[in-house]
């Protein structure tokens, strides 16, 4: 994945959860979508999905997977999420 798709992918990724994950934890996830805080966001973002357990498919922890790989951040706790289908 290139810088330029990666940008786009974890700018539109807080909305791919939405009515799945906390609303306080949204607006944070939004937040750092717009400054750009990408580890911030995907660790906030295993964290409040694994947390309250929320349905993720299996294409969606893989993209996580992909997405945690390029930020160079471990990917053991996609293992804790409630991946369905």
Known sequence: MDL???VKTMKRLP?????????????GLRSMARGGEWDELLDL???ALG?????????ERDELAVLLNEA????VRLDEL???G
């Open 15 to 27: 909305e791919r959860f939405v009515g799945r994950i906390p609303e306080p934890d949204l607006e």
């Open 51 to 59: 947390g309250t357990q929320a349905p993720v498919t299996a294409a």
């Open 72 to 75: 160079g951040m471990p990917t």
């Open 4 to 6: 330029s798709q990666y």
């Open 82 to 84: 409630n991946v369905t």
């Open 45 to 47: 973002l295993v964290a």
